[in-house]
C-alpha cells in the first residue's frame, strides 16, 4: 500500500487506472480530491445543499460501478463532470424541479469580458449600507433571470463561469458540439447583459 503522499501526487488519471487494477486505495483519494469542487458545483446547479450531498455520492458511486468502461488516458475531470450532470438531472427529474442557480459566489471571468457588469454587481462587499442594499435588490433581479434561463443555457453558464472548464470539456460533458457549446454561452450571456443594461436595474 502506498502512502498518502505518494497517492497524492499521482494524476487523476493515473489513480484511476490504479483503482482499476485493484488499488481500492486511490478511490478514497480520488473522492477527496473532488469532494469540495464537485459539490460545489452541484450545491450551484440544483440549489439545494441536501439533495447534492446526495447526487455527489450518486456521482461517484457511478464512478466505483462504471470503472471498467473509463477508457485509460481519459481526462478524467470532465468525465467526472458528466456523470455529474447527469445525476443531478435525473435527481431533478425524480423531484420535479428545475434547479435553483445561485449567484451568491464570485463568478470565474475567463476572459469574457460580456460578464464584467455582472462581476461587479455580484462582488459587492465593502459597500455602505445603502450601496449594499441596492446591490441587493438589483442581485436578485439578476438571479431571478438567471433561474428563467433554459436549463441548456444554465448548464454551459456554470460548466464555463463557476467550474472554469474549456469549451472542449463542456463538450464532451453535455455531448453536443464545441460550436454549440459557445452559441448557448454567447446567447445566456447576451441575456444576462439584456438584464444588467435594462433601466430597472439602473435605477437607484
Known amino acids: 500500500m502506498q502512502s498518502d503522499d505518494a497517492l497524492n ?36 446547479y440544483l440549489g439545494d445543499g441536501t439533495l447534492a450531498e446526495d447526487v455527489f455520492q450518486n456521482t461517484f458511486l457511478q464512478v466505483y460501478v462504471k470503472s471498467g468502461q473509463y477508457e485509460s488516458g481519459r481526462p478524467v475531470r470532465p468525465w467526472l463532470y458528466t456523470i455529474a450532470t447527469h445525476q443531478a438531472i435525473d435527481a431533478m427529474r425524480r423531484n420535479g424541479r428545475h434547479q435553483a442557480v445561485s449567484l451568491d459566489e464570485t463568478w470565474n471571468e475567463s476572459g469574457e469580458g460580456e460578464v464584467a457588469g455582472l462581476l461587479e454587481l455580484l462582488q459587492s462587499r465593502g459597500a455602505s449600507p445603502v450601496e449594499a442594499a441596492t446591490a441587493k435588490e438589483r442581485q436578485e433581479q439578476v438571479r431571478a433571470s438567471v433561474e428563467k434561463l433554459p ?52 435605477e437607484v
Open 151 to 202: 436549463d441548456f443555457l444554465k448548464q454551459v453558464l456554470l460548466l464555463a463561469y463557476y467550474q472554469g472548464l474549456k469549451y472542449r470539456e463542456i463538450a464532451d460533458i453535455l455531448e453536443i458540439p464545441v460550436g454549440t457549446v459557445k452559441s448557448r454561452l454567447h446567447a445566456a450571456l447576451v441575456k444576462l447583459q439584456e438584464v444588467w443594461a435594462s433601466p430597472s436595474l439602473n
Open 9 to 44: 501526487r499521482c494524476s487523476d488519471e493515473e489513480l484511476l487506472d490504479r483503482f482499476r487494477q485493484g488499488q481500492a486505495e486511490t478511490f478514497g483519494v480520488l473522492v477527496r480530491r473532488y469532494e469540495r469542487e464537485l459539490y460545489g458545483y452541484l450545491r450551484r
